[in-house]
């Protein structure tokens, strides 16, 4: 395997995208310092896996983007890829793979190869075993030197371990041993889960019990009620079947009335229908009658208007006969009229002809004088020309003089201007000069401002790291308390729960402590609750005490009493109760014991209680012994006569006459005794960690808020930075812009002195051409004035010509206009005449349609009379149409008066029937109500019978009891009675009893299980250890031999020797390096010089490298503490080791840069930004 090429985009100074070829052999990375050719190790060591920015001179993630200079905007991205030739060293089936690593300033980081999206971890596997990774020697740092020098033997240790590969191993040792550790612990908590659950397990046992006696009389009881519920729905049915049988008859009686009821309706409907057919018939006959009515008025009517016109007959035939006379005359008229106007139109065309001959000799005369006033008026054009041209020149001569007397003038005026300009001039470039002095210090006094900028900014950095860092300490440490804080409060509340509840106390004692009855006032309440013990004498009080822990203390012998009758009647057991009013306290005649060799005192004087109960503790205590060891308890026994009770403190219990018992106990560690003392403890702690937590609060607000007041100083330096930057580029720009006008103001000063020059000599030129201006100018003026005057006379001849033409062209228009008249007089004529003409035409056929009117009329008349004769005769006849339908009418109208009066009759009948047939209807409906009541409680028996029951009533019966309903109603109150004596019961107790057994069976194997994975995982650790001894070992051999090769060859003599602190233990022991240099006695390695102590572990780098070859190494300036001469001696080691290795070194080691095949060049292009520049050597060479 070897590394091709190298592609970095925005990473670290390489702002542009960058592309290094690496060779077999050695390539050097020469540049000067800040060039940016660490840079290239860091890349790789990015690309290889490395998290730690700090490895890569960072201290936040982000500062491997570039973060632009003064002339470049920062990036948002950094980009590496390393291209590998795959020879099989790596488990991909790619001859080419191409490993890329991305980093967005979001903190987004994305990973590829060959272009496809992975993990780290996938970057990882992939370099496994192939010799390269962030931990192996693929990148040797001058950091890693320094490190192998400060180490102790110990500490260096660790890199031979790296590269003998048992790393691993120790490593999965590591989390071996966490796991045994959790094992251990599992197994303990396994332990205490077990004695904890058979603690348990006997009054759960009897707690099932008794609910199991209770379901059975349950069971018992659902069958009697099983039973009422059978006998109640034969009950139910026996009285639907009677009222099915009432409600049959009233159906009956119903649906008589309901047919009489409908044949009534029937004969309605008929009598309706003949009312209808009559009402038609009587609608239609008055229609009739109303239609002949109509028409006998319409005739009448016809008739008077026939009388009418036969009256105005006379009056419209006069009124024709003047309008045909009138017509006749108006048409004579106008004929006259017509000729009188034919007769004017001749005349005016007559004078019209007249008018015609005079225009025609007038326009003759007119244009001969035209004739002759066109040879005037050329004559006076041309002398106007000759007049114009001689003006022109006249003024051209002038203004020519008057240019150039103004030109004189402007001559003298911008010479005194150039003068003074010139003065301002030289007077702009001194200000712009002290100007850009003023401007330079400012940009002087502004530089020394950002420095102390920067150095703020630095300083501040520096102080947010450490409030950053203090916070992150604090909130360690508040969730740290949080997590005990949670973990104390759990268990808190466990124990209260366990005290609440009083778990592990016996059936008996609980219920009389957690009993609801009057005398439970009584109960002060069970020894364990009334007593504290220090910790120390725990056990020994708790094995003293017994089961006398759970006796009751009470009042008096009445509260005693009243419980034993409870318990009595619930048979849940026996209790032993302490009144305190009948309590009797025997103390030991034996004071003497306590003086004893390891005896400690009597029992009731090292536990604590109220006054009130000190008697009880007297009384159970006062005669027991407390010793420290078992062999002492035994001396005091023998000693006393064998008549004392004695208890160790490790709980073996010494009885009067020489029994004594001890041993492992079953139980828990944790007794009632220790409950109340360990919740004391917990309620402590937890009080403890709140403060400790409001206290970390209140620190962690403080500096918090510091760190805010912090970020918020450093960002007002930085904004202040940034305006010192815009106003530095301002006095820049402005600076600049200064120099520019000051070279033009000087340039302006000198072209202003050119042109006074100039203006000198040009004022003398004009001089002398005014003078010959002012010759030409008068002669000018003496030819326009001749000119002048003859053009007037022949202007004088023109106008005489020009008023005899409009004279008689006047005449003439004069002429035209009376001709025009004549037309217009004419026209007018003739039109009145052919006017006249149509009103002749008009009157006569106006006349004419008057006659045709008369003759018309007369007939009308004649007509008129035989019409009047016809409407008379078909009157008389409709008059005695309409009588005989009003007849008609009235018989019609009598009949349907009839059937009314009938319809009336039949309506009142069905009134009656249906009054019956709805009494009848309401009765049926309450028997129909209340059948159905009844079959809504046999269904809601059916209902319960089978919800509850899974039973019909008719399976019910084999399960029913063959009881009356007073012997079923007396079991049932037994049973009810035998329940209430039963008490409450836990319903769950049986599937809790069955489930504790199980879970105490399960833990039992799981703490086989773990016991068994614990001797595997010992077992396991022991091979590891074998393993790694054995290939230490040889890994060390082999290396403490390269080391001696390689370290004479590079000293060119001498002897080195690697050791072991401690031979015998293999896996812990630290590496010694001892050297003998060349005409020098054998020494340690931290007396050596600096280079020699550098170039020593160069030799035991190399010979890791040899140990554990890698296909390729980056070495960045290793060779910087060595001398020329060990330089020279490096250089050319490196050169042979390179036939195995690819070798990549940043160098700036003249003696290195031999040793190389080929050569990048780092530069610094723009500011920040790096460049590289190749050279192929022995090309080169």
């Not at 192998?148 to 260096?156: A, D, G």
């Not at 244009?367 to 006249?394: C, Y």
Request: hydrophobic share 40%; with cysteine; proline share 1%.
């Amino acid at each position: 395997m070897q590394l091709k090429r190298l592609e970095a985009y925005g990473f670290k100074s390489f702002a542009d995208k960058i592309e290094i070829e690496f060779h077999a052999g050695v390539t050097a990375i020469v540049g000067p310092n800040g060039s940016g050719k660490s840079n290239v190790t860091d890349a790789v060591r990015w690309v290889l896996g490395e998290q730690n920015v700090r490895a890569l001179r960072g201290s936040k993630a982000e500062d491997i983007i570039f973060t632009g200079s003064a002339t470049r905007r920062a990036m948002g991205v950094a980009e590496v890829s390393l291209f590998f030739e795959n020879e099989g060293d790596m488990p991909v089936d790619y001859r080419e793979v191409v490993v890329t690593r991305r980093l967005f300033r979001s903190g987004e980081s994305e990973f590829f190869i060959n272009k496809s999206r992975c993990r780290l971890k996938d970057i990882s596997n992939l370099f496994a075993d192939t010799g390269l990774g962030r931990d192996g020697m693929s990148v040797i740092g001058q950091n890693r030197i320094d490190e192998i020098l400060n180490s102790k033997p110990e500490e260096r240790r660790l890199y031979f371990e790296e590269t003998a590969g048992i790393t691993k191993y120790r490593n999965r040792k590591r989390e071996s041993m966490r796991k045994l550790e959790d094992m251990q612990g599992n197994l303990v908590r396994v332990s205490d889960i077990m004695q904890e659950i058979e603690g348990q397990l006997e009054p759960l046992a009897e707690s099932a019990e008794k609910t199991r006696r209770h379901d059975d009389l349950q069971t018992v009881y659902r069958r009697c009620a099983l039973t009422e519920l059978f006998q109640r729905e034969g009950q139910l049915k026996k009285e639907r079947a009677d009222s099915a049988g009432k409600i049959e008859a009233m159906r009956d009686e119903a649906l008589a009335a309901e047919t009489q009821v409908r044949l009534l309706d029937v004969k309605k409907e008929e009598l309706d229908q003949a009312i209808l057919v009559l009402e038609e018939k009587l609608q239609e006959q008055a229609e009739k009658n109303n239609a002949l009515r109509t028409q006998i008025e319409q005739a009448n009517s016809e008739i008077a208007i026939l009388e009418e016109r036969a009256h105005q007959h006379d009056a419209l035939k006069a009124r024709l006969l003047q309008q045909r006379a009138d017509f006749e005359s108006t048409a004579g008229e106008a004929a006259a009229e017509k000729q009188r106007l034919f007769a004017v139109e001749k005349e005016l065309l007559e004078k019209h002809a007249a008018i015609d001959a005079a225009i025609a000799k007038d326009r003759g005369s007119l244009k001969a004088l035209g004739e002759k006033l066109r040879e005037v008026k050329e004559k006076h054009r041309t002398l106007a020309d000759k007049k114009d041209a001689a003006q022109r020149d006249m003024l051209a001569r002038e203004n020519e003089l008057l240019l150039i007397e103004h030109e004189l003038e402007r001559y003298s005026t911008s010479g005194t201007e150039r003068a003074d300009e010139l003065e301002r001039a030289t007077a702009a470039v001194d200000a712009l000069t002290t100007e850009a002095k003023a401007i330079g210090e400012e940009r002087r006094r502004l530089e020394e401002e950002r420095r102390t900028l920067e150095e703020e900014r630095t300083k501040k950095t520096q102080e947010k790291e450490h409030l950053d860092e203090k916070l992150r300490t604090l909130l360690h440490a508040e969730n740290r308390t949080k997590e005990e804080l949670h973990a104390d409060e759990n268990k808190l509340k466990f124990l209260r729960n366990m005290q609440a509840s009083y778990e592990g106390f016996a059936r008996a004692p609980k219920a009389v402590l957690q009993a609801k009855e009057p005398w439970q006032k009584g109960v002060a309440g069970a020894v364990a609750e009334l007593v504290s013990v220090p910790h120390e004498y725990i056990r020994a009080v708790d094995v003293a005490l017994g089961s006398s822990l759970q006796n009751i203390v009470t009042e008096d012998t009445d509260t005693a009493k009243a419980a034993i009758a409870f318990l009595k009647r619930a048979r849940l057991g026996r209790v032993t109760f302490l009144p305190l009013s009948t309590l009797v306290v025997r103390r030991s005649q034996d004071e003497a014991a306590k003086r004893e060799v390891g005896a400690i005192g009597f029992a009731n004087e090292l536990v604590g209680a109220d006054a009130k109960y000190r008697k009880v503790v007297d009384f159970l205590l006062a005669r027991t012994l407390v010793v420290d060891t078992l062999d002492h308890g035994l001396a005091i026994e023998k000693k006393m006569g064998w008549r004392l009770r004695i208890v160790t403190l490790d709980g073996e219990l010494l009885n009067p006459g020489g029994s004594l018992s001890g041993g492992g106990r079953q139980g828990q560690e944790t007794s009632f005794l220790n409950r109340g003392g360990e919740i004391e403890r917990l309620e402590k702690s937890v009080r403890d960690a709140e403060e400790t937590l409001a206290t970390l609060l209140k620190a962690r607000t403080f500096f918090d808020k510091a760190a805010r007041e912090m970020a918020e100083a450093l960002e007002f330096v930085a904004r202040s930075l940034q305006q010192k930057d815009v106003y530095a580029a301002e006095l820049r720009v402005k600076d600049e812009r200064i120099a520019e006008a000051r070279k033009e103001k000087e340039k302006a000063r000198e072209t202003l002195k050119k042109l006074a020059e100039e203006a000198e000599m040009t004022f003398s030129k004009a001089q002398a051409k005014k003078n010959d201006a002012v010759q030409q100018a008068k002669a000018a003026r003496r030819l326009y004035e001749k000119m002048e005057r003859e053009t007037k006379e022949s202007e004088e001849e023109l106008d005489d010509l020009e008023q005899d033409a409009d004279d008689l062209s006047k005449y003439i228009n004069e002429r035209e206009l009376k001709r025009a008249v004549l037309e217009q007089e004419k026209i007018r004529a003739r039109e009145q005449a052919l006017l006249k003409e149509k009103e002749e035409t008009r009157a006569k056929e106006q006349a004419e349609k008057t006659r045709e009117e008369e003759i018309a009329l007369d007939e009308e008349q004649s007509n008129g009379g035989t019409k009047r004769e016809e409407i008379a005769a078909r009157v008389a006849a409709w008059q005695e149409k309409h009588a005989e339908g009003k007849a008609a009418y009235d018989k019609q109208y009598q009949e349907k008066l009839e059937r009314h009066a009938e319809n009336q009759e039949n309506d009142k009948a069905a009134r009656a029937v249906g009054q019956r047939l709805s009494e009848m209807q309401g009765k049926l409906h309450q028997m129909e109500i209340a059948a159905a009541e009844v079959h809504v409680k046999i269904e809601q028996v059916q209902a319960e019978l089978l919800e509850q029951y899974g039973h019909t009533w008719e399976t019910a019966a084999e399960e029913a009891l063959d009881l009356t309903g007073t012997e079923l109603k007396k079991k049932m109150q037994d049973i009810s009675r035998a329940l209430a004596e039963l008490g409450p019961v836990n319903p769950n107790a049986i599937r809790e009893h069955e489930e504790l057994v199980e879970r105490h069976e399960f833990m039992g194997k799981q703490a086989a299980d773990l016991e068994a994975a614990r001797e595997n995982l010992m077992a396991m650790i022991h091979e590891m250890d074998v393993t790694m001894t054995r290939q230490f070992k040889a890994a060390f051999e082999e290396i403490r031999g390269y080391f001696a090769d390689i370290f004479v060859r590079l000293f060119g003599g001498g002897k080195a020797e690697l050791f072991l602190t401690d031979e015998k233990d293999v896996l812990h022991a630290g590496v010694e390096i001892e050297v003998q240099l060349p005409t020098k006695k054998r020494q340690n390695l931290s007396v050596l010089s600096g280079g020699e102590r550098a170039l020593t572990v160069i030799a035991l780098l190399f010979s890791f490298l040899r140990y554990r070859p890698a296909p390729f190494s980056v070495l960045d300036e290793i060779d910087a503490p060595l001398d020329e001469a060990n330089v020279a001696r490096f250089g050319k080691f490196l050169g042979e080791f390179a036939e195995n290795t690819q070798f990549i070194v940043v160098t700036h080691r003249k003696g290195t840069m031999e040793a190389a095949d080929f050569m990048y060049g780092i530069t610094i292009e723009d500011a920040g930004v790096s460049r590289v520049l190749s050279v192929r050597l022995d090309e080169a060479i």
